[in-house]
């Protein structure tokens, strides 16, 4: 590569984590190239700077994120940095989601990552080198009640994130899951989020609790994105950056009590499942 600062590619890069992520990266001295469904909305909420790229890219279209990506090589001679960012959260109970709105938490959140992954790796793989961070979420890890859209979404994204790092890995490429908590963005506003609507009788009172309690926690959670976005520029300085990085207290005390609780079902159940090979193996 002929340029010498590294080149981010940040998708969502106008709402939410993605605005941290482009300010902090062109702070630390990265071109960046920052994409939106809407460019114009896009660049009213970043500025102008030299450094920076504003590329419409609606990540479920596959043409265009290889345009986006041609734009991106067109300006800055290469990608560095892939940070898949993009996404939305389709709450409620899996009875009440319709196949549609299912079909359209996946593919934002797990075929978007996979269509500009697939445009940007030609580009990595020649270069030799590469990193590629996608923003997953502690439902990546752990199932929880009225998010079983969004779990489906994120425990794809992780399963493709962690199978991806051997394939590419030969040729230089890292890879980096990050799984965050509750972090004080807009990702919880109506621009991102969708509600099913409530529509069996069982389900009507935790249907009231959640929608509530969603509402109420918009604005305040506990983690600071640009905090975040900092910690994401370490990360990615990192010769050896990790597999996964678990972001946010709150999203380690979730963690932490996924692993006790997949050592106690192993515990549990060890003889049974040991016992089940033939007698000669």
């Known amino acids: 590569m002929t340029n ?17 992520f482009v300010k ?7 071109q960046v190239v920052a994409t939106g469904r809407n460019a114009d909305k896009v660049a009213t909420v970043l500025g102008d700077d030299e450094n920076l790229s504003i590329v419409k890219l609606d990540v479920t279209d596959p043409t265009d994120a290889e345009a986006a990506v041609k734009l991106a090589l067109d300006r800055f001679g290469g990608i560095d940095v892939l940070v898949n960012n993009a996404g939305n959260f389709y709450g409620g109970f899996f009875e009440e989601l319709t196949p549609q709105q299912i079909e359209q938490q996946i593919n934002t959140n797990l075929y978007g990552p996979m269509n500009v992954t697939r445009a940007v790796l030609p580009v990595m793989r020649k270069a030799r080198s590469g990193h590629i961070i996608s923003i997953s979420s502690l439902a990546g890890l752990v199932g929880f009640e009225y998010n079983a859209a969004y779990c489906a979404s994120k425990f794809g ?8 790092h051997h394939d590419v890995a030969p040729f230089g490429i890292k890879t980096t899951i990050v799984e965050p908590g509750f972090f004080r963005t807009k990702f919880l506003e109506p621009e991102s989020t969708f509600l099913a609507e409530p529509s069996i009788n069982d389900y009507a009172e935790r249907n009231a609790q959640y929608q509530a309690f969603w ?14 976005a900092k910690a994401l520029i370490n990360i990615a300085s990192q010769e050896e950056p990790p597999l996964r990085w678990i972001a946010g207290a709150d999203a380690i005390a979730g963690a932490e009590q996924k692993v006790v609780e997949l050592q106690n079902q192993i515990n549990a159940y060890r003889d049974l499942s040991i016992s089940l090979s033939y007698e000669d193996a």
């Open 157 to 164: 994204l992780e399963g493709w994130m962690e199978s991806l």
């Open 24 to 30: 902090v990266a062109l702070t630390a001295g990265y």
């Open 4 to 20: 010498k600062k590294k080149v981010w590619f940040i998708t969502g890069g106008g709402r939410g984590m993605g605005v941290e």
């Open 215 to 228: 509402e109420e926690k918009n604005g305040k959670q506990e983690g600071d994105p640009v905090k975040l």
